[in-house]
């Protein structure tokens, strides 16, 4: 019963900061507890998720390897339950830990079920065809993997319909200052229409003029789960296909602290909000301090012999993750 939910992270408007945020959350929460994290990509448009967390996992090797029913891809998942090719049991064996390709950033288990991009789902698509099946097979990822997140993209369409109306999922809301009216606006719809709202992460933001951003945030009642800074290493590390977090950059720790307070339950009060830009860094301190967990010092890697393997990490556990990103795809063999 202590498990959590499943994360949909979402925005009305594209270029939010959702999968960059989500990428970052998502690695920092498998090392943090040494926990397996299963990534979602449902931007079927974008494909980014499965672009930036497998990177050398190309559309050629997921249709070989979808062929020989290794794995799955999201398209092919849903489509699969709509035309009943796939029931939630079937897919669930396929997406069993070993046929789903795994990051090998330097996390415990950090997964993903990649999109091929480029995929428009008709508008003739009833949600609700699926939704029993997607409940149940999201139930059972949820007792396998410790965290489940999906990606979204920003354009409504029948998948992100179907996730926010399952069970056991939560939407976390990627709100810039911007468009910080469309999205509570939003939110406020999700909820009425019986979704749970997690939370808000405010990204791009400058210190100056936030105030009304924030009163307009705490006047809505949804908690402020994480701010994060407008900085310029987010849009290279993007670039690049790299994380920013580990950098122990004020931007790192609003990503730990997002990391923290999603998967804890935990939101921002006010004195933690103006600490956010001076010292994000004490920030984090205050919530890490009370995880135990977090005092570990070694994380867990599966050598490919599948012997367990302790490895020490160096003073700055993510410094040397952006080498790392250039995955190996390891699917059954
Ligand atoms: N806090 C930030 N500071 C600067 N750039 C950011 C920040 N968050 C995201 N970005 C950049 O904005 C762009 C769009 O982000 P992305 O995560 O792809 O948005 P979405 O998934 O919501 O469409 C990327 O280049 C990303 O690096
Ligand atoms: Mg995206």
Redesign the pocket.
């Given at each position: 019963m202590n498990k959590n939910n499943s994360l949909i992270f979402s925005?009305e408007?594209?270029?939010?900061?959702?999968?960059?945020?989500?990428g970052n959350v998502a690695a920092f929460t498998s090392y943090r507890d040494d926990s397996t994290v299963l990534v979602v990509d449902g931007?079927v448009t974008?494909q980014?998720t499965t672009k930036q967390l497998l990177p050398s996992l190309k559309n050629d090797k997921i249709n070989e390897l979808e062929q020989k029913g290794m794995f799955l891809s999201t398209e092919k998942l849903l489509m699969g339950l709509f035309d009943e090719t796939l029931s939630a049991e079937s897919a669930f064996s396929r997406l069993s830990q070993k046929a789903i390709p795994r990051s090998s950033l330097p996390v415990q288990s950090l997964f993903v079920l990649p999109s091929k991009g480029r995929t428009r789902f008709g508008h003739n698509l009833n949600p609700n065809a699926i939704l029993e099946p997607m409940n149940k097979l999201n139930g059972a990822l949820l007792d396998v993997f410790d965290h489940l997140f999906y990606?979204t993209?920003?354009t409504s369409n029948v998948l992100k319909e179907i996730l926010v109306a399952m069970d056991s999922t939560e939407l976390v809301s990627?709100v810039t200052p911007e468009n910080l009216d469309v999205e509570m606006d939003m939110l406020a719809k999700y909820e009425n229409d019986s979704a749970i709202v997690r939370g808000i992460i405010l990204?791009?933001?400058f210190e100056e003029n936030i105030s009304e951003q924030l009163t307009k945030i705490y006047d809505s009642g949804f908690p402020l789960i994480s701010l994060?800074?407008?900085?310029?290493q987010?849009?290279l590390?993007?670039?690049r296909r790299a994380l920013v977090v580990g950098d122990g950059s004020n931007?790192d720790y609003a990503l730990r602290v997002a990391s923290l307070n999603l998967t804890q339950q935990r939101k921002l009060d006010e004195k933690q909000i103006k600490a956010m830009f001076s010292n994000a860094e004490s920030v984090y301190d205050t919530f890490a301090s009370s995880t135990l967990e977090l005092k570990r010092k070694q994380i867990t890697s599966n050598s490919s012999n599948g012997d367990e393997k302790k490895t020490t990490l160096p003073g700055n556990p993510f410094s040397f993750i952006s080498k790392l990103m250039n995955t190996k795809v390891s699917g059954r063999t």
């Open positions: 925005s408007k594209g270029g939010a900061g959702k999968t960059a945020i989500l931007d974008n980014s990606d993209e920003a990627i990204n791009n933001v994060i800074p407008f900085d310029m987010m849009i590390a993007t670039h931007v």
